[in-house]
């Protein structure tokens, strides 16, 4: 998995693990405003806070699950939808990384592709998988591109075969290069991949060794030609800035190499330091160096903007850019948004319905689940009130902007009269601004991103609730 910072993770949807800094929300209004008075780019809020999954409508109670769930899968499901498949394992555990969870071992390939396609056939006959076309469908991990080549065909064609993929349906494979063979390349091919998403992090091999990555700058490039030679399919690379010892300089020099290999596309993520990860343990008993501090990350983000920009590069989203129309990155700004999420494998975290699920994270009790048959669902979470608004403002602000009148109207809530206050101020600093119409974020606000829409939603989401109060 990438290290995104503004990625839905419980493998596929959901809250991330906790950073370091994070100390939960409280209910003080102030905490909604930035600081006055400093460079807003760098300063404008004292810490970044982690992409909050949207939950808070109710959890269903354990022993209602099943059923719940079940006669969830006989509704109908209408516009946007993505599907996700997680594959858990990793070769090795990168050092920032808060996601890893198994380590791999060639003889769980097969036992995992069967017990996953065996999840995916227990959907097979119901409405909420046959009923619409599914847009993106996504392998993640873990590092999907460490399972057996066989596998990978056999597991890429199941799921064409059992899932209504659209036409024109966008499918991902992520991974990273190293382990990743021609063979492997091919069978992704041959399953109908036409979109990688590779984790390279850096492309400087001190820092890959530092940060516990594998293979080494000659071999990520070589690789990625090797892939682009192919021409069947987008490649595009994440990179991350903010490892401990990364200067801006050698942030940009990463930045070049991957412009200079004519990619479909790259990603820039901020380096999250997640609290129980090695690199966070290694940073607070002092083993390690820190990793880059706030004006650091957010003087790298700026040379990030600047270095893509200039070489015309579109942007999808606050991290996303894209060199050819061949990248469009459908998977990720659906499933920031409302789309249906059917997710499979274990810890799997989906969307039904506007129904939030997760998959059980244990391997072992995941698997036995499948093999008997059942569901291997854990908990669900139903729709908090006005879902789909706050969905849409998520999306929208990934975006970088969002047009309230709009959503005004989609609604029936009354946005920009209920956020005043608050938007007002975020401009006086210098995080947003109008045009035409619309609410657009700066530079600086497009750094502070994940803190602004986390934000507007929980501000929206208290003056309409104390207007209902006040009107009851
Ligand atoms: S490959 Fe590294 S970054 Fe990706 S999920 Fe595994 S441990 Fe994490």
Not at 300 to 324: K, P
Request: proline share 5%.
């Amino acid at each position: 998995m990438t290290q995104a910072s503004s990625r839905p993770v419980v493998e596929g949807i959901g809250s991330m693990p906790p950073l370091v800094g994070d100390k939960g929300t409280a209910r003080d209004e102030s905490r909604f405003f930035a600081r006055e008075g400093v460079p807003p780019l760098s300063h404008a809020f004292a810490r970044k806070i982690a992409v909050h999954p949207g939950l808070g409508g109710g959890r269903v109670a354990p022993e209602e699950m099943g059923s719940f769930m079940d006669s969830l899968l006989d509704q109908e499901r209408k516009g946007r939808s993505v599907a996700y498949i997680h594959v858990p394992f990793c070769r090795t555990h990168c050092l920032f990384c808060g996601f890893y969870k198994k380590k791999y071992h060639k003889d769980e390939s097969r036992l995992y592709t069967n017990a996953v396609i065996a999840e995916m056939e227990l959907w097979r006959g119901r409405k909420t998988l046959e009923s619409g076309p599914v847009h993106a469908l996504y392998l993640g991990g873990g590092t999907p591109t460490e399972l057996e080549p066989e596998d990978i065909l056999r597991l890429l064609k199941a799921a064409r075969r059992i899932l209504p993929l659209a036409n024109d349906c966008e499918i991902t494979v992520e991974g990273r290069l190293s382990n990743f063979d021609a063979r492997k390349m091919e069978a992704c091919l041959e399953g109908g991949a036409n979109r990688f998403s590779l984790g390279v992090q850096s492309f400087h091999t001190d820092i890959r060794r530092a940060m516990g990555r594998l293979g080494t700058r000659e071999e990520m490039v070589r690789g990625l030609e090797q892939l682009l030679a192919y021409g069947h399919a987008a490649v595009i690379v994440d990179l991350i800035y903010g490892f401990p010892g990364q200067t801006i300089e050698r942030w940009r020099e990463d930045i070049a190499v991957a412009q200079s290999l004519k990619l479909d596309g790259a990603d820039c993520y901020q380096l999250n330091v997640y609290k129980d990860s090695p690199l966070g343990q290694g940073i607070e008993r002092g083993n390690i160096t820190p990793a880059a501090d706030l004006p650091q990350q957010s003087a790298m983000f700026a040379a990030g903007v600047e270095a893509m920009t200039q070489a015309f590069y579109r942007r999808l989203s606050i991290s996303h850019w894209a060199r050819t129309p061949r990248e469009r990155n459908l998977y990720n700004l659906y499933a920031k948004g409302d789309a249906h999420c059917l997710a499979f494998g274990p810890g799997a975290g989906g969307n039904v319905q506007g129904v939030f699920y997760i998959n059980n994270g244990d391997y072992t009790a995941w698997m036995q689940a499948v093999q008997s048959g059942v569901k291997p669902w854990v908990m669900a979470v139903r729709p908090r009130p006005r879902h789909a608004l706050f969905k849409a403002l998520a999306e929208g602000m990934e975006q970088g902007g969002l047009d309230l009148a709009d959503l005004e109207k989609n609604f029936g809530v009354p946005v920009q009269d209920s956020c005043q206050p608050l938007l007002r101020q975020w401009h006086d600093v210098g995080l947003v601004n109008w045009e035409e119409g619309r609410l657009v974020l700066t530079l600086a606000g497009q750094f502070w991103q994940v803190n602004l829409s986390q934000l507007l939603q929980e501000y929206l989401e208290m003056q309409l609730e104390n207007a209902e109060h006040e009107t009851a």
